[in-house]
């Protein structure tokens, strides 16, 4: 398993630039998470999807978007690049456990991180 | 107010020095503690993890809860320079997709 994958590892933007961040998970994780992480600061909630075709919003989602097309792959989105998205982003995964679907792993699994420099 | 408060660092300490990192949180909700260790560049991965109060121990680590206090500790016995990284706490209530709350990370330094 190679787990929770990302590319590109680093990018520079210009601002007002696009691009998409991949993920892709091959454990079959049902959910999948981006974040974000300044220096010094812990991980900001971007997106988050519960299964394909379902997201939701996080803590920070403004200027970027997300979409589920399959159990294995998550992108995020940046639309017209800006200085304030300059940031490490995580893409994680994790599974809900019991019958129901209503009780959750404790683990998430993360994978390297895309370092991207808007200027 | 946050609702994660992570002591900030960073942290320096000799080798073989015992380490204590702690979290304080303010949602009685919360029932899962998670320690997460980040190495520099890397993704997070669980350390450790725990269950409403207690302690649990690990090899050199101990995490202990005190939901009473709203606070969490992760310990380092006889610490190691390998042990160098950013310690991130995180919670959850799992009421909500699996979502867990992070703290903001101390990073620690062993020196040889």
């Known amino acids: 398993n190679a787990g929770v994958t990302q590319t590109p590892k680093f990018r520079i933007l210009k601002i007002g630039q696009s691009m998409t961040l991949q993920c892709t998970q091959d454990m079959n994780h049902n959910y999948m998470y981006w974040y974000r992480q300044d220096p010094g600061m812990g991980l900001k909630l971007i997106y988050y999807?519960?299964?394909?075709?379902?997201?939701d919003k996080g803590e920070v989602p403004n200027g970027y978007n997300v979409s589920r097309s399959t159990t294995e792959d998550f992108p995020l989105r940046l639309e017209l690049a800006a200085p304030s998205q300059t940031s490490v982003y995580f893409c994680?995964?994790?599974?809900?456990?019991?019958?129901?679907?209503?009780?959750?792993?404790?683990?998430?699994?993360f994978g390297p991180g895309t370092r991207l420099t808007v200027t | 107010q946050k609702e994660v408060e992570q002591d900030p660092g960073p942290l320096s300490v000799p080798e073989g020095a015992i380490v204590s990192l702690n979290c304080t949180y303010s949602?009685?909700?919360?029932?899962?503690f998670m320690w997460y260790r980040q190495y520099s560049r890397k993704g997070p991965e669980l350390l450790m993890y725990?269950?409403?109060?207690g302690n649990k121990e690990d090899g050199r680590f101990t995490a202990q809860v005190d939901k009473s206090s709203k606070y969490i500790s992760l310990f380092i016995r006889d610490s190691q320079p390998s042990d160098s990284a950013t310690y991130l706490c995180a919670m959850s209530d799992f009421t909500n997709a699996g979502k867990s709350t992070f703290g903001d990370g101390t990073t620690l330094t062993v020196k040889p």
């Open positions: 999807s519960v299964g394909a075709g379902i997201t």
């Open positions: 725990t269950y409403s109060s």
């Open positions: 994680a995964s994790s599974y809900s456990i019991g019958t129901s679907g209503a009780l959750f792993s404790y683990e998430q699994y």
């Open positions: 949602n009685s909700a919360f029932q899962y």
